[in-house]
């Protein structure tokens, strides 16, 4: 029956074929059907089974119909060839018939092109929408597989040749795509054999599709051999990589396989084409393990060079940043974006990858080895959204940049050749210039600033918005580094891109509303730019002008003294873009300013003028202001000459008085001619009119005050210096830095009283002190701002004067210090105008100053008229109880000798000495000898400093080089604080970059160097004189004190000037070694030549010369860490480690005393001593046997001396000092135990018996340590000993109790002594603990708990050990009683008796008895955990 309908149902399928619709057109052709060739096929077998089946094959371009469903179709295929009688034969007939059907290119395509579905009304439904080709179907009935595929495969290289046939048809992707997804492949690996033969003969295209369907082709089984196969493909021809890879990455590869692949890929990285980068960048990436992500990555890092990749831009239309200007430029561009696209994406999907490429960046140490994709793929890491990886990148680019190993060059590079990758990274770039312009570490700060640079000039529009709005938004945080940078960025885009910038002048003036938090130097720089912008030659901003018209009017029309100091600032800025010089820019202008902006500037500074006039401190801020414009830039000649000729008509209207034989007028003090170089010249001479000026001022200051009237204009002293400034700049200008003009202005008199008057300041009133006081500080500043403007004159008797004014300077101040002393309260007048207001000055200054005579730092001396020695104010604090009565009448002498008060604390009241005054350091040093020798005839021949001169020099360069070279620690604004002004005094120092200053010092240097070898020499006579001892007949106490004080600072000066962090900087090397030069060229020559460390080396001898004449310890430490900042520059500080230690050693043993004989004492001496200590303990090889030494020798030899006596081979060990050593002592041996390396399993035998014997050396010193206690029992030794006896004990327990687990069995007796030894120090620990409670001392019990906390853990770790090692029986726990330090039991606890824990022992097995001695030695002095905690503290309470 089945048969039978089958049969019908073919009939019928045949009908309808017959009378079938139109058939649609073939899809692979739009022509017309050909005629009908002659149908023999249908009559052969395969014809008459496909018909039977279903399938009715067309003609010509007409798709073959299919009318079952196409299983129903394979199914009845299958079943005629099987019960056919002539099967299998009929299947070799069958596929002949097939063969000579598709012998036809037409009905060969057709039979590859899917078939279509025929409906009729009634059988819609038995045939899907989509059937697959005639070809395909029969290759899924699995006896005809095998033939048809050898057909197919042997009929594809008949077309392998011919292009794409119409409609864009390729026979060969056809015929491959048959192949894919088979339900299943009879024979796979006959398959894959013949289809690389074809890959080996096709032509390119062909290989490619046959190539990436491979994995589509064939059964896992075949993966490896065909993997294998590609691999050496690959190797062989580098055009097929993109397909090789894509089907490498779809195939399932064996690890080992896939290592294989990927090393092959590796290798041929170089040779691959731009285009393919991104392919086999993707498949490396993607083909990664976690174990060896970092080395695969490493290896493409160093094997990626995207420099090669990329065509520079030829020629970029202006304006246009991102744009590269060539197609090629372009695509490459395009290229390298893919590749990091690829990069972006394994980065974000795998942990590992993202961790390997930070770890690979990380390993590169020279700065060489750095490349573009360093950087690049940074600014990925931080743009994928994992927190970690973006805090991985900010965290690793800054230690790269502090590091100096990625530097400016590269940002510049990656910029100019990758612009248009970049760009989609620019948010990334942003956020990481902004973290690094925020931080606190000022190496970084400027690679931040150079982001935001390249970024402006490198990309579009809405980038350079962007970037202006960041720096504006960090101008406005008011935090100092930030703001600094921030407007140093804008003013150079503003000179660099003026016209860009001017589009964003807007933005800019947004900063006008927070001006509150800017410091003077900032308000100067912003109104720089801001007045370049809106009034420079090109004017392109000029739509703000008139904005900046109306602040500043209004700044200045302010009475609050700050607004009017910004008004002031801004108008001398807007004067100096206005009335700058022009450029010509076209022949036919003349370069000179126009009548209209003449007419201006000198309209703004009559403005300025007149709105200052009525405060003497805004007129002399404007004075400041105009005298730092003409300083620092070109003005035009006109408008030059025109400020030059009324600030000299005022000048000389104002404070000059021709020499007459009497001064007119009632005057607090009888006046008359002081300080006159000039008095051999004839008549005619001019003096200063300060003391008639500074009364009449206070005069009308008092009636202003008492009749509330309009403020008039002023002649005021607090005017003198700056006004002189601005006068001596505008002729320097003018003249070319002749200052011929105003010359007698350095030797002309000033008009003051006798100051002998301050002999008897006690017989004076308030009013007059204050009145002297202030005169002194006119006078003092006037000859300060002389030395200014002449110091830089050749001339032999310019410099004599210079010298003679230096030398009236110091003579000053010791007036000065006198006069304070007798003022208490008083409040000098203001110097420094731009810092804040003189009320904010008075309430942070006077504080200090009512103090007497306390020192400030020892640098800061300044007065040559003190005889005494640099320790008499440490002689105030000392407290020693044997002081002797015939001391007592000494010290109030010397008090009185050296009344005074410390000029530190008055700085800001000191007009500012220029860098170059340091200039005159370059004469030579006139000593005693030089005086006695020449009998004064060679001072009028040769400049010559004098010591008082010398030190005020160098004090001054010490503050100047700490203030700009010191790196400042994290510039974060405190909370909530007032802020005092640092920067006030040193405002022209601000404007040089701390670049320049270094190299003002290494200029300097050799002149140091002289002075240092002078003052050595000078401290080398006096010991052969005094026969090796300080306190000789020979010696002068006011010379050596003033000596030992230049030699301290000349050292500091150099040792500030080589802890420069510029000097880390690639940049600065040079410096660095023409510095390291003029050291080492002092002993050996060849100077900068030689290498960095050779340098270094020469240097160090250089300076360890000078240690035999040190004068103090304070000067030894000075030695010590210059020694120390010097050996750390060649890069190998370890080499010198034991130098360091031995010359630390040395000044320890040493023993230091003062000029007038009497040993160094104090607390500055003790904080000396403390770190000249810890230096040799840091450096010394072996820490343990250094403490064993002082603490076994030293400390002993102390105990036994005689009260006021030293230790022997300590010298500085004495009882004051002892406190000193101690707290260093235990610090040091708390450090060393834990730097002990733990215990590994690994450990050979040999290093766990080192391990062993470092610790038992570490616990006997920690025992003698702790043993000291009983002697010297001061509060302050017991805390030392709480505290670091914790610390130790932890350390102990951490890493010294696993060793001794391991250790029991084979060193039975060391572990032993180790712990009974380690056990009385615990117990004395125990009796510190009772002997605080007792005394009830906060300080001390604030230990207690957690000390007692380690000494129980202690117990319990060890009992723990023996039963690691099965000896717990040897274990036994004791109530340990409470003692004082003395060992005397505390009486509360007598009622809880239990037996003294010396004598209860049990006694366990015999085989047991050597773990017991052990045990006992350790357990007895314990807690009992339960009863006898909760008793000691009830106990402690109720005492």
Not at 251 to 271: D, K, N, Q
């Amino acid at each position: 029956m089945k048969m039978m309908r089958k049969k019908k149902r073919s009939s019928v399928d045949k009908d309808e074929a017959t009378t079938a619709t139109k058939a649609k057109k073939s899809r692979s052709t739009g022509r017309q059907p050909k005629e009908a060739a002659p149908e023999e096929t249908n009559q052969s077998v395969f014809g008459v089974f496909l018909r039977e089946a279903g399938v009715t094959l067309k003609q010509g371009g007409t798709s073959n119909e299919i009318a079952v469903d196409q299983v129903v179709f394979q199914k009845r295929i299958q079943k005629k060839l099987q019960k056919s009688p002539r099967y299998p034969g009929i299947v070799q007939e069958f596929t002949t018939g097939l063969e000579s059907h598709i012998e036809d290119a037409e009905r060969f395509r057709n039979c590859l092109l899917p078939c279509v579905p025929r409906l009729s009304d009634g059988d819609s439904g038995s045939v899907s929408s989509f059937q697959e080709s005639l070809l395909r179907m029969l290759m899924g009935i699995e006896m005809l597989q095998k033939y048809i595929i050898n057909v197919l495969l042997e009929k594809l290289p008949e077309f392998m040749l011919d292009g794409p046939g119409e409609g864009g048809l390729s026979v060969p992707r056809i015929i491959i795509n048959q192949l894919k997804w088979l339900d299943r492949v009879v024979d796979s690996k006959e398959l894959a054999v013949k289809l690389m033969e074809l890959v080996s003969v096709a032509p390119v295209e062909v290989q490619r599709d046959i190539i990436t369907s491979l994995p589509e082709i064939l059964e896992d089984s075949q993966h490896d051999d065909i993997a294998g196969e590609l691999n050496t493909l690959l190797k062989e021809n580098t055009q097929l990589t993109v397909p090789i890879l894509d089907a490498l990455s779809s195939l399932s590869l064996s690890s080992s396989l896939l290592i294989e692949v990927r090393g092959a890929v590796m290798a041929t990285l170089a040779a691959v084409q731009l285009d393919d980068l991104p392919v086999v960048v993707k498949f490396i990436l993607h083909s990664v393990s976690a174990s060896d992500a970092y080395e695969v990555v490493c290896s493409l890092r160093k094997k990626l060079e995207l420099e090669q990749c990329v065509l520079p831009p030829v020629s970029k239309c202006k304006g246009s940043g991102a744009s590269a200007s060539t197609p090629a430029a372009g695509s490459s561009q395009d290229s390298v974006t893919l590749v990091l696209d690829g990069i972006k994406s394994a980065v974000r999907f795998q942990k590992t990858i993202s961790e390997a490429w930070l770890k690979a960046i990380e390993s590169v140490d020279e700065v060489e080895d750095h490349k573009v994709i360093d950087l690049l793929v940074l600014f990925i890491l931080h743009s994928t959204n994992a927190n970690q990886s973006r805090r991985g990148a900010e965290k690793l680019l800054k230690v790269k940049v502090r590091t100096g190993l990625i530097q400016e060059t590269l940002l510049q590079k990656t910029f100019r050749d990758y612009a248009q990758v970049m760009r989609g990274y620019f948010s990334s770039i942003l956020a990481l210039a902004q973290g690094l312009l925020r931080s606190p570490d000022p190496c970084v700060v400027p690679f931040g600033g150079h982001m935001y640079r390249h970024s402006f000039t490198a990309f579009d529009s809405y980038s350079r918005q962007e970037v202006v709005g960041a720096l504006v938004t960090h101008v406005c945080s008011g935090l100092g580094g930030e703001v600094d940078m921030a407007l140093e960025l804008l003013c150079g885009l503003v000179t660099e891109k003026p016209s860009e910038m001017a589009v964003y002048a807007v933005f800019v003036k947004g900063i006008l509303d927070y001006m509150e938090n800017l410091m003077p130097q900032q308000i100067r720089r912003l109104f720089h730019l801001l007045s370049r912008l809106a009034f420079g030659q090109q004017q392109q901003g000029s739509h703000i002008q008139d904005d900046m018209h109306i602040v500043i009017r209004k700044q200045l029309s302010s009475t609050v003294p700050k607004y009017k100091r910004i008004g002031i600032i801004g108008a001398v800025m807007i004067v100096g873009s206005m009335g700058a010089s022009r450029v010509k820019l076209k022949e036919s202008q003349n370069g000179s300013l126009s009548q209209e902006t003449l007419r201006q500037v000198s309209a703004l500074l009559e403005l300025v003028k007149s709105s200052s006039e009525s405060s003497p401190e805004a007129a002399a801020l404007y004075y400041d202001e105009l005298a730092n414009l003409i300083l620092s830039s070109t003005l035009d000649p006109q408008v030059l000459e025109m400020i030059a000729k009324s600030v000299l008509d005022d000048f000389q209207n104002d404070f000059v008085v021709d020499l007459g034989p009497d001064i007119s007028g009632s005057f607090p003090f009888p006046v008359c001619f002081m300080y006159n170089l000039d008095e051999d010249e004839s008549q005619g001479g001019i003096a200063i009119n300060l003391l008639p000026l500074l009364a009449k001022d206070i005069q009308s200051k008092r009636e202003q005050q008492s009749q509330n009237e309009k403020a008039q204009r002023r002649v005021s002293p607090l005017c003198l210096s700056p006004f002189f400034r601005l006068l001596r700049l505008c002729e320097e200008k003018q003249h070319q830095g002749d200052l011929e003009e105003i010359d007698a202005l350095l030797g002309c008199p000033v008009i003051l009283t006798d100051m002998d008057v301050l002999e008897k300041t006690e017989s004076l009133s308030k009013t007059e002190r204050e009145f002297l006081c202030t005169l002194l500080f006119h006078t003092i500043n006037w000859f300060r701002e002389v030395v200014n403007a002449f110091c830089r004159q050749k001339d032999i008797e310019m410099k004599m004067k210079v010298m003679t004014r230096l030398q009236n300077i110091t003579y000053l101040q010791t007036l000065l210090e006198k006069a304070l002393a007798g003022t208490p309260g008083y409040v000098p007048p203001i110097a420094n105008f731009d810092g804040e207001s003189p009320d904010a000055v008075i309430q942070s200054s006077t504080a200090p100053v009512i103090k007497t005579k306390k020192e400030g730092t020892g640098k800061k001396r300044k007065a040559p008229g003190r005889n005494s020695s640099e320790n008499s104010s440490q002689l105030d604090e000392t407290t020693d109880a044997d002081k002797t009565m015939q001391e007592q009448p000494e010290k109030e002498k010397e008090k009185e000798i050296r009344q005074g008060v410390s000029l530190v604390s008055y700085r800001q009241f000191f007009r500012e000495l220029d860098m170059e005054v340091l200039s005159v350091l370059q004469c030579g040093l006139l000593s005693r000898s030089v005086l006695d020798s020449e009998l004064q005839s060679k001072v009028r021949e040769e400049v010559l400093l004098g010591p008082a001169e010398l030190l005020f020099l160098l004090e001054d360069m010490l503050r100047k080089l700490e203030f700009s070279l010191t790196a400042a620690p994290a510039k974060r604004a405190p909370f909530l604080k007032g802020k005092t002004d640092k920067s006030v005094g040193f405002s022209h120092l601000q404007q040089m970059s701390s670049k320049d200053i270094s190299s003002c010092c290494v200029q300097l240097l050799p002149t140091l160097c002289s002075h240092l070898e002078n003052c050595h020499n000078h401290f080398q006579t006096l010991l052969s004189e005094n026969n090796g001892i300080v306190d000789g007949p020979a010696t002068d106490a006011q010379e050596h004190q003033l000596m030992s004080s230049a030699y301290q600072l000349l050292l500091q000066v150099l040792n500030t000037t080589f802890s420069w962090s510029g000097f880390n900087l690639p940049g600065q090397r040079s410096l660095l070694k023409k510095a390291l030069g003029v050291l080492a060229g002092r002993i050996k020559e060849g100077g900068a030549e030689l290498p960095l460390d050779q340098l270094v080396k020469h240097s160090f001898e250089y300076l360890v010369n000078f240690r035999s004449t040190m004068p103090s310890l304070s000067t030894a430490l000075c030695l010590s860490q210059l020694l120390s900042t010097v050996s750390e520059k060649g890069g190998n500080p370890a080499a010198y480690r034991e130098q360091r230690a031995s010359l630390a050693k040395h000044f320890l043993g040493q023993e230091w005393v003062t000029a007038s004989g009497e040993r160094e004492r104090g607390t500055k001496f003790n904080d000396t001593l403390y770190s000249l200590l810890s230096i040799y303990l840091e450096h010394v090889d072996d820490v343990l046997k250094a403490v064993e030494e002082i603490a076994g020798e030293g400390i002993t030899e102390l105990i036994n001396a005689a009260k006021d006596e030293s230790s022997a081979t300590w010298p500085t060990l004495n009882r004051q000092t002892f406190l000193v050593f101690y707290k260093v002592l235990m610090g040091e041996l708390e450090k060393a135990a834990r730097k002990i390396p733990p215990f590994k399993t690994s450990d050979s035998t040999e290093a766990q018996s080192e391990k062993l014997l470092t610790w038992n050396l570490a616990v006997r010193d920690f025992h003698v340590l702790v043993n000291l206690v009983k002697v010297f029992d001061s509060r302050p030794v017991l805390n030392v000993c709480l505290k670091y006896g914790r610390l130790f004990l932890e350390s102990f327990l951490k890493l010294g109790m696993p060793l001794l687990d391991n250790s029991f069995k084979k060193h039975k007796e060391d572990v032993q002594s180790l712990l009974k030894t380690f056990q009385l120090s615990t117990r004395q620990l125990h009796h510190m603990c009772g002997h605080s409670k007792i005394h009830q001392d906060m300080s001390l019990t604030n230990h207690v708990p957690a000390l007692k906390k380690s000494l129980e853990l202690f117990v319990y770790r060890v009992k723990a050990m023996l039963t690691l090692n099965n000896c717990q029986e040897a274990f036994w726990i004791g109530n340990l009683k409470n003692r004082n330090l003395k060992g005397e039991e505390i009486l509360s606890q007598m009622s809880q008796g239990s037996d003294d824990e010396e004598e209860g022992q049990q006694s366990p097995a015999p085989q047991e008895q050597s773990e017991n001695e052990e045990s006992d030695s350790e357990e007895r002095r314990t807690v009992n955990r339960g009863k006898s905690m909760i008793e000691d503290d009830d106990s402690d309470d109720s005492d």
